[in-house]
C-alpha cells in the first residue's frame, strides 16, 4: 500500500518530543526537508500530515488501531486520496526506490535521512554546492510524475549544471559538454565525449529555442548528428545518484552503473538491526 499510485497511507509515525505546539510549529523547517528526503528515498511523493498531542505513556499505534474513540482517529488520516479526477493520472507516480527498503539494508536510509537532514538545513554547504537548489528541483519532478518533457528537463538540465558549476568553478571560456563530462567523470560517472555533447547541444535547443531536439558534432569524424531529447542517456535517472554523491553519500552497495543497466543495488542478505533517525538540525539555517 506504501506504493500506491492513487492515495496516500499511513505508513509510519513521527514522535517529536516538544512541551508545546508553537515549539512543534518551530521546527517546521525541519518537517519540510524531512518529506523532501523521504520523497526522494522512495521517488515517490512522501506527505507528512496532521499532528495530535499524545500524552506521556500512550501508544499512538495502539490507539489508532483499537476499536475504542480516540481524538487521534480523527487528527490522523490512514489514507488520503489524492488521484486527480479529470486526467485519471496517478497522484503519486514513482520511477523505483533510489535507497534500498529496511528490510534488506535497515541501515541506508536512514544514515541517508541523517545526513540528507544536516546539509539541507546548511547554508555553508548550500554556498559550497548548490546542493539544496539542485536536490528540490529532483523533488519536484519526482512529485509532478508525468509532466510536460520541457518542464521536467529544464529541472534536470538546470539542477545538474548548478551543480557541475559549483564545483568546477569554469571560465566563461569552457564549454558546457566539458564541465558536464568533466564533473561527472569527478564523481565516478563515466561519460563519453558525445554523450557530453549531446548533453550539452539539447539544453541550449531547449532553453534557447524551445526545441526538444539538436544537432551535435561526434567526436571522431566531426559529422553533424541529430538527437532528440527523449534519445539522451537516461539523465534523469543520473541525476538523483549525482546529488547523492555530491551530499556524500557512498555506499558500495548502491551500484554507479544503474542510470544505465538499471541493475540498482548489489546483492546481499536481509540483516536486522535497530537504527535511530536524528531529525535535529546540526548547525546552519535553511
Known amino acids: 500500500m506504501a506504493r500506491d499510485k492513487d492515495s496516500f497511507h499511513l505508513t509510519g509515525l513521527l514522535h517529536v518530543p516538544v512541551n508545546s505546539l508553537f515549539a512543534f510549529r518551530a521546527r517546521r523547517d525541519t518537517f519540510f526537508d524531512l518529506e523532501a528526503a523521504l520523497t526522494f528515498c522512495e ?25 475504542v474513540p480516540h481524538q487521534l482517529k480523527q487528527d490522523i488520516d490512514l489514507v488520503i486520496t489524492g488521484s486527480n479526477l479529470i486526467s485519471r493520472r496517478p497522484a503519486r507516480p514513482t520511477s523505483g526506490h533510489r535507497l534500498q527498503f529496511d528490510a534488506f539494508l535497515p541501515d541506508m536510509r536512514v544514515r541517508f535521512l541523517n545526513l540528507a537532514i544536516e546539509r539541507l538545513g546548511s547554508a555553508e554547504f548550500q554556498a559550497e554546492t548548490g546542493f539544496r537548489s539542485a536536490f528540490f528541483r529532483h523533488v519536484e519532478v519526482v512529485k509532478m ?30 564549454s558546457l559538454s566539458w564541465i558536464m563530462k568533466t564533473f561527472l567523470d569527478s ?3 563515466t561519460v563519453s565525449e558525445d554523450e557530453a555533447r549531446q548533453f550539452a547541444q539539447c539544453r541550449n535547443a531547449l532553453f534557447h529555442r524551445g526545441e526538444l ?10 559529422e553533424v548528428r541529430s538527437i532528440k531529447i527523449t534519445e539522451l ?5 543520473l541525476f538523483p545518484d549525482v546529488l547523492l554523491k555530491v551530499l556524500g553519500f557512498n555506499d558500495p552497495r548502491i551500484s554507479s552503473n544503474r542510470w544505465r543497466d538499471r541493475m540498482a543495488f548489489k546483492g546481499e542478505g536481509v540483516v536486522s538491526r535497530t537504527i535511530k533517525l536524528d531529525i535535529s538540525r546540526k548547525g546552519g539555517t535553511s
Open 213 to 222: 531536439h539538436a544537432t551535435y558534432h561526434t567526436e571522431v569524424g566531426g
Open 43 to 67: 521517488q515517490q511523493h512522501v506527505a507528512l500530515s496532521n499532528c495530535s498531542e499524545v500524552l506521556p505513556g500512550e501508544d499512538p499505534v495502539e490507539m489508532l488501531l483499537s476499536s
Open 233 to 237: 542517456p537516461n539523465i534523469r535517472s
Open 187 to 189: 564523481l565516478g560517472f
Open 145 to 174: 510524475g508525468a509532466a510536460p518533457i520541457d518542464v521536467t528537463f529544464s529541472l534536470v538540465f538546470t539542477g545538474l549544471e548548478l551543480l557541475a558549476r559549483m564545483k568546477l568553478k569554469p571560465t566563461r571560456h569552457q
